[in-house]
């Protein structure tokens, strides 16, 4: 059901400076357990005394575990006893929320501020917020906020302002040190392994790959010594525009000029299954691959009635029929917002697949580059865009309930316009995301193939109908507001100019 609730689901994954002690470990992650959270993965290494575990569950319960994950850390971890290879600077040493489904990036903001505080409030440990919920440029990086370590942080924090916390005392706590929460996408923490002992050409091999000293865009990297073997360990923080089979094959055409080769590499963690799939398409050289070609992936999309037996291109109709029929009942919901939302996932569904289809072909080989960004960007698109069909029909059940609650209100204005406000939020982040689309588009024209200019065609007419739409969404709910703050009218001044410059782009 298209205008049903999307349940909330959140990735966390919290990294603690204890890798050896499997009993402190236990006593973390049971500390983590409760209703509504699920343990994915445990991941303990002895060499950078590290472990990184992996939850998902529902919004509000999974901030509370990780919370409770902070304060268990603080109990029993000491870093001023603590060594290892890899760099820290709390018990609780960083902690990300990844959203994955029925919440977005700005969501996991919120959710990391509040974290954020409690950690400070509870235990008296300082919070820097870092990737989507840095507070300045300078702290999207982790690399950043950790420089100097728990030893360098201690002594500096205080006296610098550039250290001084976004939660709590400009102080570490004397032996948990200070903890980094934040918000990001899907992360990969992947390193390989060499067939030598010598660290530095590891540290080397990192120092050529990492996107900071002008290796591969999305790429982290250092190098450590573990297990007696060199190791580039590297993060690849977006890794459709910079897959994991391009990251392989860079670390060893470097190593081959130290006379090195990789012998293995591992995942620290989960990996999503596309990246899998984009090392399988890239490796075997499939022609016309997609992911419906794997046999659990059909089996999944057919149980789960998105998908005929027959395949893609087989009774299409029955995947989109259902939003149809909701569209043409009787009903309030889902409306015109939503359906502005889905004709934007189309279009950039559309350009994705014109994208996907030209890039890796020996005609447009020069445009690999633009063609990945392109193709990283569109679908991230999609996937807000397909959250926005359900939020707007949602946002308008609030805005009911909220005219509903005003009449028994003294003064029932407040409650409508937080209300009308989150109403207007969606259908505008829908018509932004539309106008990015039709931007991406005409960009796209001329470095694909021209044999599929139609399906551009069709995805720029989408995008236009969505940014029509999800404007006229917008003027309904703005103009429904009464101003009675300041705040209030300030949100309805950059509402209407941001509108404005939209509604002239469409133009």
Known sequence: MYSQVVPTLVECVPNFSEGRDKSKVDAI?????????????????????????????????????????????????????????????????????????????????????????????????????????????????????????????RDDIAANPARKPDFGEPRVHPTAGATVVGARKSLIAYNIFLNTADVNIAKKIAKAVRFSSGGLRFVKGA??????????????????????????????REAARYGAVPTSSEIVGLIPKLALEQAAEWFLQVENFDSSLILENRLAAVMSGKMTPGGPGAGLSAGVAPFIEQLAAPTATPGGGSAAAAAAAMAAGLAHMVAAMSRGKKAYLQYEAHLSQAIGQLAQLREELKQAIDADAESYNVVMKAYKAAREASDGDPIINAALQT????????????????????????????????????SAALAQAALTGALANVDINIGSMKPGTAEEQDFIDRTLELSAALKAQAR
Do not use: W
Request: charged letters at 20%; glycine letters at 6%.
């Open 223 to 252: 190098g450590f010594l573990v297990r007696g073997q060199a190791q580039v360990s590297m993060n690849l923080t977006d890794f459709e525009q910079t897959p994991i089979h391009r990251v392989f094959e860079f670390v060893k």
């Open 29 to 153: 992650v049971e500390a983590m357990k409760l209703p509504g959270v699920y343990l994915l993965d445990r991941e303990m290494d002895a060499d950078h005394n590290r472990c990184v575990i992996t939850l998902i569950g529902e919004r509000e319960a999974i901030q509370e575990a990780a919370i409770r994950g902070v304060g268990k850390a603080a109990e029993l971890i000491d870093l001023t006893q603590h060594q290892g290879a890899h760099p820290r600077m709390g018990a609780a040493d960083v902690i990300p929320f990844i959203p994955i489904e029925g919440v977005t990036v700005e969501d996991c903001v919120a959710m990391s501020k509040h974290v954020g505080a409690q950690i400070a409030s509870r235990f008296n440990i300082p919070v820097y917020l870092y990737e989507a919920a840095a507070t300045s440029p300078e702290r999207q990086n982790l690399e950043n906020i950790r420089r100097g370590q728990f030893e360098g942080i």
């Open 423 to 458: 109403a207007t939020t969606v259908p505008l982040g829908v018509a932004e995301r539309a106008a990015a689309i039709a931007h991406m588009v005409e960009r796209l024209k001329p470095v694909t193939n021209p044999n599929m200019a139609s399906d551009l065609i069709t």
